[in-house]
């Protein structure tokens, strides 16, 4: 009889069991892992003195875990943290948002939390999925390494264009704070109490939309077009703000399985009101900067595992249109077994100048490495 | 009296229900299938590799006005929820085609990325027997008959009518490939397996040292060594790889390389799903007697 209940017991148990592991299975978020690793050295660190190439430094860009997976039959959440460095960096929460992509009238989605917002073409785009090793100089300059990355409720609609277009509205309701954060510190240049404690002790609201359009061109080509805008306070100590015009494109043609070209660019432009200090009577003064950047790239794979690729920049700086900064780079990168693993080496030149008599000028060489660990989705074109 | 007319064609043409497929061969099926109710497209076309297909906006705007989306299944096309998602139609059925399909090669152990691109759920070119035909068929025939109960008749005898055609031209192709019973071959992918337990060929190496592992020159030694030793004289190769390492290896061999095509309209002289397993059959029996 004992021996009968524990047999049951046992197989219930079995039974329990792998139901349990199954669901659990199934349930469980897809996990990546994706560390970007980088090689670099550059001949700039001697100037004026002599331009020699310095000892490579070897780092680790960033180390970025991706935690993705359907909530409900409604929703979808993302997560992805990010440390940089081997040091004492902080671990960050690079974005943690849900996306309500079903169930909404007019079939609208949400997305709610902090994330890369749809601003241009490059700013959704994680580095280690571009074709080349460093940022454009204009988004450097003008949205920040980081990008425009932020808390904030996000709303798109596909727009009624036919068979052909595809037509997409998104809008965007940020915090605004890593908008306001990519200020150098302008308050402090007039004895304000500090742009970051300015910042975390209050909450300036920033705006942005973006229209995209895509429509394949012929039969192995595609063409995207958008254009971005965005608004926000960019410096809180003085309330000021600043507007960001963006046109973007991407043109991809592939006619095999191992041939793709893809030419991409990306156009900003900066209008912004800045201090400029106290006028002849003591009274504050401003001054309304204009200014702009962009960056353009082609990229040819040639085949199965090989691209090659070059961009050009040229950019100004959000807060004088006198700081310019241009530049070049080729790059190639190696795929050897898909995207689960990439090499990529560029050789940059960047030329700037701050003022007539400040000219400096910049070569480097990089070498970075990424692995992707786990789940690797398909692309988004 | 011409804006009745108009009206009249408008509306008929607004019955039909649209049904977008991942591959050009479903297509074809639900043709078949729905005849004249249906409006049909296709999201990957049949010169593609359908595992590695880039998610274009212009995918998801197909899905968005469609009332199916037929699919493979079997973590064929793991490019397919960000495409549905992206679609934002909330009426769209997806139909799974494997879901009554005897499925092969199915792991029996934990899988993971050392294995190369290992399908949990089994091989999925099961489309290539076209004895699973039969069971594709009857998926898209149970789904069309949801959405359109009153044409299930219509579809039924669509569907009939094909089968019957089917299987007069298995019957051919099982005749041609008779003599070939056991004829031993190497193939680029894993992409043959249902076509050759079908017709009784061997595949016995892929140039892929493991499922989506590009060749290495360790693995081309040793599928020569095996070719030689095993006496294969065909390498069968799927119409979207470079056939630069499979040419060496039939070289080194002394074997005859042949392209096949995996899909309708993959290569020339593919058409339709009949033409397609035409093709390949013509192409491994002609290449059996070259080298007899």
């Known amino acids: 009889m004992n021996d009968l209940r524990y047999k049951s017991f046992a197989l219930m148990f079995a039974v329990f069991g792998t139901t349990l592991s199954i669901a659990q299975?199934?349930?469980?978020?897809?996990?990546?892992?994706?560390?970007?690793?980088?090689?670099?050295?550059?001949?700039?660190?001697?100037?004026?003195?002599?331009?020699?190439?310095?000892?490579?430094?070897?780092?680790?860009?960033?180390?970025?875990?991706?935690?993705?997976?359907?909530?409900?039959?409604?929703?979808?959440?993302?997560?992805?943290?990010?440390?940089?460095?081997?040091?004492?960096?902080p671990i960050e929460i690079e974005e943690a948002y849900a996306t309500f992509l079903r169930g909404l009238p007019l079939d609208l989605n949400f997305r709610i939390g902090k994330y890369l917002a749809d601003f241009g073409k490059l700013n959704m785009v994680h580095p280690h999925a571009w074709s080349f090793v460093s940022q454009p100089l204009s988004l450097e300059r003008f949205i920040g390494e980081?990008?425009?990355?932020?808390?904030?409720?996000?709303?798109s609609i596909l727009l009624p264009a036919g068979d052909v277009?595809?037509?997409?509205?998104?809008?965007?309701?940020?915090?605004?704070?890593?908008?306001?954060?990519?200020?150098?510190?302008?308050d402090e240049r007039y004895g304000g109490p500090g742009l970051v404690d300015t910042v975390a002790a209050s909450v300036y609201y920033a705006n942005?939309?973006?229209?995209?359009?895509?429509?394949?061109?012929?039969?192995?080509?595609?063409?995207?077009?958008?254009?971005?805008?965005?608004?926000?306070?960019?410096?809180?100590?003085?309330?000021?703000?600043?507007?960001?015009?963006?046109?973007?494109?991407?043109?991809?043609?592939?006619?095999?399985?191992?041939?793709?070209?893809?030419?991409?660019?990306?156009?900003?432009?900066?209008?912004?009101?800045?201090?400029?200090?106290?006028?002849?009577?003591?009274?504050?003064?401003?001054?309304?900067?204009?200014?702009?950047?962009?960056?353009?790239?082609?990229?040819?794979?040639?085949?199965?595992?090989?691209?090659?690729?070059?961009?050009?920049?040229?950019?100004?700086?959000?807060?004088?249109?006198?700081?310019?900064?241009?530049?070049?780079?080729?790059?190639?990168?190696?795929?050897?077994?898909?995207?689960?693993?990439?090499?990529?080496?560029?050789?940059?030149?960047v030329r700037s100048?701050?003022?007539?008599?400040?000219?400096?000028?910049?070569?480097?060489?990089?070498?970075?490495?990424?692995f992707a660990l786990g789940p690797h989705k398909a692309h988004l074109f | 009296?011409?804006?009745?007319?108009?009206?009249?064609?408008?509306?008929?043409?607004?019955?039909?229900?649209?049904?977008?497929?991942?591959?050009?061969?479903?297509?074809?099926?639900?043709?078949?299938?729905?005849?004249?109710?249906?409006?049909?497209?296709?999201?990957?076309?049949?010169?593609?590799?359908?595992?590695?297909?880039?998610?274009?906006?212009?995918?998801?705007?197909?899905?968005?006005?469609?009332?199916?989306?037929?699919?493979?299944?079997?973590?064929?096309?793991?490019?397919?929820?960000?495409?549905?998602?992206?679609?934002?139609?909330?009426?769209?059925i997806v139909v799974d085609c494997s879901r009554n399909v005897r499925k092969l090669e199915v792991p029996t152990a934990r899988v993971d990325a050392s294995m190369g691109d290992v399908h949990p759920f089994g091989n999925p070119h099961y489309w290539l027997d076209p004895e699973n035909v039969k069971f594709i068929l009857q998926e898209i025939l149970d789904n069309l008959v949801k959405v359109a109960p009153?044409?299930?008749?219509?579809?039924?005898?669509?569907?009939?009518?094909?089968?019957?055609?089917?299987?007069?031209?298995?019957?051919?192709?099982?005749?041609?490939?008779?003599?070939?019973k056991g004829t031993k071959l190497v193939t680029y992918h894993t992409s043959f397996s249902y076509f050759a337990e079908r017709f009784g060929l061997s595949v016995v190496g892929y140039v892929e040292p493991k499922p989506g592992i590009p060749p290495t020159p360790s693995h081309s030694t040793e599928l020569i060594q095996l070719m030689r030793n095993s006496g294969v004289k065909i390498v069968g190769l799927e119409q979207y790889f470079e056939d630069n390492t499979p040419q060496q290896i039939a070289a080194a061999a002394n074997a005859k390389l042949i392209r096949l095509s995996t899909s309708v309209g993959g290569i020339d002289g593919t058409e339709d799903y009949i033409r397609l397993i035409d093709h390949n059959i013509r192409a491994i029996v002609s290449a059996a007697k070259g080298s007899s």
């Open chain 1, 353 to 370: 100048t701050q003022s007539v008599a400040e000219r400096r000028s910049i070569n480097s060489i990089a070498l970075q490495f990424v």
């Open chain 1, 165 to 186: 277009l595809y037509s997409k509205l998104t809008v965007d309701v940020l915090r605004g704070n890593s908008i306001s954060s990519i200020a150098p510190s302008s």
């Open chain 2, 150 to 180: 009153e044409d299930a008749e219509y579809f039924k005898s669509n569907m009939n009518s094909y089968v019957r055609t089917l299987n007069t031209k298995i019957a051919e192709w099982t005749s041609l490939t008779k003599p070939l």
């Open chain 2, 1 to 92: 009296m011409l804006l009745l007319l108009v009206l009249g064609l408008y509306f008929a043409g607004e019955a039909k229900i649209r049904v977008v497929t991942s591959l050009s061969d479903l297509a074809e099926f639900t043709k078949v299938v729905g005849g004249e109710k249906v409006d049909v497209d296709f999201l990957v076309r049949g010169s593609q590799n359908p595992h590695y297909i880039e998610i274009k906006p212009s995918y998801m705007l197909k899905l968005k006005s469609a009332r199916l989306f037929v699919t493979i299944g079997m973590q064929l096309e793991l490019w397919a929820p960000q495409i549905i998602d992206g679609s934002r139609n909330p009426n769209l």
């Open chain 1, 25 to 89: 299975t199934t349930l469980n978020p897809e996990i990546s892992v994706i560390p970007r690793f980088r090689l670099e050295s550059d001949d700039g660190g001697e100037l004026p003195v002599r331009r020699i190439f310095g000892r490579p430094q070897f780092s680790l860009e960033e180390f970025e875990i991706a935690i993705q997976g359907s909530l409900n039959p409604f929703a979808r959440a993302d997560v992805f943290l990010a440390k940089k460095g081997f040091g004492d960096e």
């Open chain 1, 208 to 349: 942005s939309a973006r229209l995209m359009m895509f429509f394949p061109t012929s039969e192995n080509g595609d063409l995207e077009i958008g254009f971005s805008g965005l608004t926000g306070i960019h410096d809180p100590y003085q309330k000021l703000r600043f507007y960001y015009s963006n046109v973007d494109f991407k043109y991809k043609w592939k006619p095999g399985a191992y041939t793709s070209l893809v030419l991409q660019g990306e156009a900003l432009f900066n209008s912004r009101k800045i201090l400029v200090g106290p006028d002849a009577r003591g009274r504050r003064s401003f001054q309304t900067v204009t200014s702009g950047g962009f960056y353009v790239f082609a990229d040819l794979q040639f085949n199965k595992v090989f691209t090659i690729g070059a961009r050009y920049d040229w950019s100004q700086s959000p807060y004088t249109n006198s700081d310019k900064a241009e530049g070049g780079a080729v790059f190639i990168g190696y795929y050897p077994v898909e995207e689960t693993a990439a090499f990529r080496l560029q050789f940059q030149h």
């Open chain 1, 146 to 155: 980081e990008g425009i990355n932020d808390l904030g409720i996000s709303g």
